[in-house]
Structure formats: C-alpha cells, structure tokens
C-alpha cells in the first residue's frame, strides 16, 4: 500500500485540509517528495474546516492518528502511515480522511498486537462526532470534573469544598459533542489538573475559577479526550 506523502490532501468531513509538513524523513521520497510519519500528521493544523459554533466550532488540528493505519516502515521509532480512507481524528472529533494518490512507494501494515483499533469499523465507531451512519455526537452538557463517579466525584469535591463549589455549578459545565460515559483516565487527568489549579490559587476562589477555565477551553476543544481510544494509543 502507498503511504502517505507530503502532497498528500488530508481532509476533516468539513472540508478543511490538513497543512503536512515532512521533518524526519526527507531521503524517503517518490519524485521528490518525502513520506510522511506518524507523530507529523498528529498534531498538524488544519485550515478551512467549516464546522459550525454550534456544532462544535473549525477542526483545528489533527488530534490522533489511528494505529491501524501504520506501515511497516519506520524511523526513529515512528511510523510512515498508508492511505487508508479514515486515518485519524481531529480535535473536535470528526473523522480525518486520507485521500488516495498513487506514488512509487509501497509498504505494508505494521503488526500490531492488540490494537483495538486494528479491527476497527465505521459503523462501530463511538468517537466525539463520529457515530452510526456518520451521525455526530449530540451537543449536551459536559461536566468537566465528574459528579456521578464513586471513585473520582470525592476527590474532586475534596478540591471543590475548599472554595464553596459544587460539582453540578455552571462552572463545571461545557456544551460539546457527548457520548456516554467516560474512561478513568480521563477523570484521572482531570484530577491533576484541579489539584494543580488548587496549589495555584491556595484558596483563592476567584483564582481557581479563572484557572479552571482554561481546563474547560482544552476540553472542549479536544472532545478526544473524553475517549478510551485516546488513552489506549498513548501506552
């Protein structure tokens, strides 16, 4: 299979186009054009997306790259990846669509045991703005630091006592692309943020809010995060 190079068009279902940029593998080319790896495509901009507010705003940038897509072709421990129709996700959670394009260079899949995504079909997909039948997620309300967790709603209120909040405050809450429950390492990475935000403001409640809305902004404009997926590709 091809894999992707830097001519390459990469698009979010909005249209906006991926801006790839080869750094770490320049001598691997098809007429003059070097390959593409993993960790270059995954966090690349995305310009154009027309994503409305209301849905959830322009993709931005690209926020995972499917480990089902990897070749068998790496350098320095990263991977070219092939065209394969849905590649990745971006950070408002719509699909990243690879669009194919013959070159001079074929590699094959990688082997990787294990990959829940490896067996990956559209239809099963469950990622923020992915869904049966290409459906998005719906827009509901969010709350950032759980408050229907046995474990982790203690230990944020733990946090929350100190500045006379309460979990289910506006303050906690964000409208975005939602789906279900969510996995604990997504509460576990909430839970570090906050009590970083807690040593920050020591107290001070104004402190802590204006802190704490800076969590929600990256939350909300990285719904991945909300996602075992996500968790699982970082192991």
């Not at 091809?2 to 990469?10: A, C, K, W």
């Not at 705003?57 to 068998?72: D, I, M, Q, R």
């Not at 405050?169 to 409208?175: Q, Y």
């Amino acid at each position: 299979m091809h894999p992707i190079l830097e001519d390459n068009t990469l698009l979010c279902i909005h249209g906006g186009k991926v801006k790839l940029k080869a750094k770490n593998a320049k001598r691997i080319k098809s007429d003059n054009v070097p390959i593409m790896l993993n960790n270059e495509i995954q966090g690349a901009s995305i310009s154009g997306c027309v994503n409305p507010p209301m849905l959830g705003g322009p993709c931005t940038k690209v926020a995972l790259v499917f480990a089902y897509a990897y070749s068998n072709h790496k350098v320095n421990h990263k991977h070219s990846v092939l065209q394969m129709g849905l590649i990745g996700v971006s950070n408002k959670g719509y699909p990243i669509l690879a669009i194919p394009k013959k070159n001079k260079i074929k590699f094959a899949l990688a082997k990787i045991q294990a990959n829940p995504l490896a067996k990956i079909k559209w239809d099963k997909i469950r990622w923020e703005g992915m869904g049966d039948d290409n459906k998005q997620s719906p827009i509901q309300t969010h709350h950032i630091a759980t408050d229907k967790n046995k474990r982790f709603t203690k230990e944020f209120q733990k946090i929350t006592k100190k500045y006379g909040l309460e979990l289910d405050g506006d303050w906690n809450k964000v409208k975005m692309p939602h789906r279900g429950r969510h996995p604990n390492e997504y509460h576990e990475y909430i839970l570090e943020k906050m009590s970083k935000i807690d040593k920050i403001a020591r107290g001070d409640k104004n402190k802590f809010l204006k802190e704490f809305e800076k969590l929600k902004e990256e939350i909300k404009n990285n719904p991945a995060l909300l996602n075992k997926e996500y968790y699982k590709e970082r192991k």
